[in-house]
């Protein structure tokens, strides 16, 4: 009779033991928790409850007879807390990483961004991993943190888009707008260019102040917005900057012979008559 009532006990709590094992899951985190403890009945002041829970409170509450719910609860867990590893590998590799910048010219103050191919690998695989974990079935108890970090990558690979795209731009400008005479022949053009090298100039002041690292000068306040902004005016310069070197060369057809670096060169020095010189070959060949 012992022997029999004692099976008979083994065999009920065997069936109870994949409940157990649900309960026991370490990925079981407070949210999953507070389901379980809605579910049984039982109240729900905070993490504190789960800390303090015992089997026997549960089992008292029916726990037993619920064991699709804890399982699936459970299965919930196990598959948010593969998610959170990944969201966590993400944010590590962004932590303590700096925004590479270099000193331009060796001129004081005037820095341009330097190699950024690492971070835009890291852009490329991040964007493609939370966008993996975005279509788990196990998303929704994380969801918010994840698009959190989707904003900040997406935002990070639209800036290093468009900052390259300036630096481009304004290092091709900056040289040509340092010779007063370019400035005297294309007023407006030069106010404008002024307007976009002070962004640039503050813009690097302000990284190398306050966002050294990477992820957080992506994030600076407006500045994909400012970023386009310089790139259109930036073009709109490059635009009219042809336009003038065409009217020099209808009004001296010789200059088609030279590029527009080279006629730029000799626009530059106007009053530099030796400027001409090295190019009338050219010209003339």
């Given at each position: 009779?012992?022997?029999?009532?004692?099976k008979?006990m083994?065999?009920?709590?065997r069936?109870?033991?994949?409940?157990?094992?649900d309960?026991?899951?370490?990925?079981?985190?407070?949210?999953?928790?507070?389901?379980?403890f809605?579910?049984?009945?039982?109240p729900?002041?905070?993490?504190?409850?789960?800390?303090?829970?015992?089997?026997?409170?549960?089992e008292?509450?029916?726990i037993?007879d619920?064991?699709e719910?804890?399982?699936?609860?459970?299965a919930?867990?196990s598959g948010?807390f593969q998610l959170?590893?990944?969201?966590n590998?993400?944010?590590?590799?962004?932590?303590?990483?700096?925004l590479?910048?270099?000193?331009?010219?060796?001129?004081?103050d005037?820095?341009?961004?330097?190699?950024?191919?690492?971070?835009?690998t890291?852009?490329?695989?991040?964007?493609?991993?939370i966008?993996?974990?975005?279509?788990?079935?196990?998303?929704?108890?994380?969801?918010?943190?994840?698009?959190?970090?989707?904003?900040?990558?997406?935002v990070?690979?639209?800036?290093?888009?468009?900052?390259?795209?300036v630096?481009?731009?304004?290092?091709?400008?900056?040289?040509?707008?340092?010779?007063?005479?370019?400035q005297?022949?294309?007023?407006q053009?030069?106010?404008?260019?002024?307007?976009?090298?002070?962004?640039w100039?503050d813009?690097?002041?302000?990284v190398?102040?306050?966002?050294?690292?990477a992820?957080d000068?992506?994030?600076?306040?407006?500045?994909?917005?400012?970023?386009?902004?310089?790139?259109?005016?930036?073009?709109?310069?490059?635009?009219?900057?042809e336009?003038y070197?065409?009217?020099?060369?209808?009004a001296?057809?010789?200059?088609?012979?030279?590029?527009?670096?080279?006629?730029l060169?000799?626009?530059?020095q106007t009053?530099?008559?030796?400027?001409?010189?090295e190019?009338?070959?050219?010209?003339?060949?």
């Amino acid at each position: 009779e012992v022997a029999n009532r004692t099976k008979g006990m083994i065999e009920a709590w065997r069936e109870n033991l994949p409940v157990i094992t649900d309960l026991g899951n370490p990925a079981m985190q407070p949210r999953h928790w507070e389901k379980v403890f809605k579910k049984v009945n039982l109240p729900w002041k905070g993490p504190s409850s789960a800390q303090n829970v015992t089997l026997s409170m549960l089992e008292a509450n029916g726990i037993f007879d619920h064991k699709e719910f804890v399982s699936e609860v459970s299965a919930n867990a196990s598959g948010e807390f593969q998610l959170e590893k990944s969201l966590n590998a993400v944010i590590k590799a962004w932590t303590d990483l700096p925004l590479p910048i270099m000193n331009h010219r060796n001129l004081k103050d005037l820095w341009i961004l330097g190699d950024l191919s690492d971070i835009v690998t890291q852009c490329e695989d991040h964007s493609v991993t939370i966008a993996t974990m975005m279509g788990s079935r196990f998303i929704q108890g994380i969801r918010e943190s994840v698009e959190v970090w989707e904003k900040k990558i997406n935002v990070a690979c639209d800036v290093i888009d468009e900052w390259y795209q300036v630096q481009r731009a304004w290092m091709y400008l900056e040289n040509i707008f340092s010779a007063e005479d370019i400035q005297a022949q294309l007023p407006q053009e030069s106010g404008k260019f002024k307007t976009v090298d002070k962004f640039w100039k503050d813009l690097f002041k302000k990284v190398r102040q306050q966002y050294t690292q990477a992820i957080d000068a992506f994030q600076i306040p407006q500045l994909l917005p400012m970023l386009k902004n310089a790139n259109d005016t930036l073009e709109h310069v490059q635009k009219r900057l042809e336009a003038y070197l065409e009217t020099k060369r209808a009004a001296f057809p010789r200059f088609y012979f030279l590029s527009n670096d080279e006629l730029l060169s000799i626009l530059s020095q106007t009053r530099n008559p030796h400027a001409v010189q090295e190019h009338l070959c050219k010209c003339f060949d």
